[in-house]
């Protein structure tokens, strides 16, 4: 039987390198471990020495079908210490204790991994893990902020249960989306991060307004599309916020995420984070419509025929926000779901909003809501059209980023 190994030299698979960091946290890296593998990329793992404390060399061998090497004196005729940075397309590391991001943020080379970590050209990934004080402590906040300033993505931890009773940020991201992030890193190869300090702001999933405490008015949106901006966002060196509507999917690995219900709530939310954006993407279905009224209990079946809902307009946020910018570089981009006549409705729309793009897609028909894919045709306010076919959610964001960078980059010139 042939081992991961040999299968993914066989394929030339990409070569990941697995960083595992000493923390409570390093039994989901092996989680993590079994996703890359069963991407096909070849895994080599290599735990700092206290690493192993948490996990041992077995488990990461007998996971990846490699060995698990740690001291730079291993097969020191092969120069391990150099080879295994050198021969790397992306570097993982998880999790990423403070320790270690203050040793690799200051370069320095004293077990196999910080020695890999300063001689790998590859994308670097960081995810850390730790409790909430040392996150949030001034050196390790500015450990952060020097490896980021020189091109590695790493990752804001998510928030809850850590260690003891102890909850709050620290918490290393779901394995599945450092995985992600990962995927991205990869399909990107060696470009660079071009969205590196650049700040984002994103709307995702669809707002429900209530009719009662039961009942609401709502839409399809799940949030995929603008999930996906998040992570190629984040894929891409930005700093990432995400204003959520309903959304049951996992936070994109490194954002910043606040949860609203209704377009009131999410119109306060916007209006409070853009400010700092330099670009904002607003991906999720707002409702046109709310009721005028919210019953306060539950509307009862009394035999007698229903009384109408009586409508009032929400406001439109994308072209309040289009039209008033915090700062003249920002860049915005607003998305329409059409069912007839698209492009036509979409020139009209972007027209009548002020956005600096408009991607326009038809919905319905099981189109759009709810799938891993997408056809969309891009609309910038130069009158150019961008038609991008039927392809994955993520690779749709990737090439609206694209569209967006080179904004940004003739706005900072």
């Known amino acids: 039987m042939s081992t991961a190994y040999e299968a993914a030299s066989a394929t030339h698979a990409p070569e990941v390198v697995l960083g595992v960091g000493a923390g409570i ?11 890359l593998t069963e991407s096909g990329y070849g895994v080599r793992v290599v735990p700092t020495p206290d690493a192993l404390r948490f996990v041992g060399e077995a488990t990461w061998a007998a996971l990846s079908g490699r060995p698990a090497a740690q001291e730079v004196w291993d097969t020191v005729h092969q120069v391990e210490h150099v080879r295994v940075g050198q021969n790397a397309d992306l570097i993982v590391v998880a999790p990423a204790t403070a320790d270690l991001l203050a040793r690799a943020a200051h370069g320095r080379a004293d077990d196999l991994l910080t020695n890999t970590l300063l001689t790998a050209r590859c994308p670097v990934l960081f995810a850390p893990a730790m409790h909430t004080e040392m996150w949030e402590h001034p050196a390790t906040q500015a450990n952060v902020a020097t490896l980021r300033e020189r091109g590695a993505v790493v990752l804001d931890p998510a928030s809850g249960r850590l260690t003891g009773t102890d909850t709050g940020r620290g918490r290393l991201p779901e394995p599945e989306e450092i995985h992600a992030v990962s995927q991205r890193l990869l399909n990107r190869g060696n470009l660079p991060a071009d969205l590196r300090g650049c700040r984002v702001l994103i709307t995702a999933g669809g707002t429900r307004e209530p009719i009662d405490p039961v009942r609401y008015l709502g839409n399809h949106s799940s949030g995929r599309q603008g999930y996906a901006f998040a992570e190629t966002a984040l894929a891409r060196g930005a700093e990432v ?101 698209v492009l036509g409705n979409g020139r009209s729309k972007l027209a009548a909003k002020g956005c600096d793009l408009l991607v326009v897609n038809r919905v319905g028909e099981g189109r759009a809501f709810g799938t891993t894919d997408n056809q969309v045709a891009v609309l910038s306010a130069d009158g150019s059209v961008a038609d991008i076919p039927l392809s994955e959610k993520a690779d749709i964001a990737d090439r609206v980023w694209d569209s967006v960078v080179e904004r940004v980059t003739n706005d900072a010139s």
């Open 241 to 341: 916020t995400v204003v959520s509507a309903n959304v049951t999917l996992p936070d994109p690995a490194g954002a910043t995420v606040r949860r609203v219900g209704s377009a009131a709530e999410l119109r306060e939310a916007v209006l409070q984070e853009r400010s700092g954006a330099d670009v904002i993407v607003m991906a999720a279905a707002v409702a046109d419509f709310r009721p005028v009224n919210s019953a306060e209990g539950k509307l009862k079946k009394d035999g007698a025929q229903p009384q109408p809902v009586a409508l009032a307009q929400n406001p439109d946020i994308l072209a309040e926000i289009s039209q008033d910018r915090t700062h003249s570089s920002q860049v915005v981009v607003g998305f329409a779901a059409e069912t007839e006549d």
């Open 25 to 35: 946290a390093a039994y989901k890296s092996c989680e993590l471990l079994r996703l």
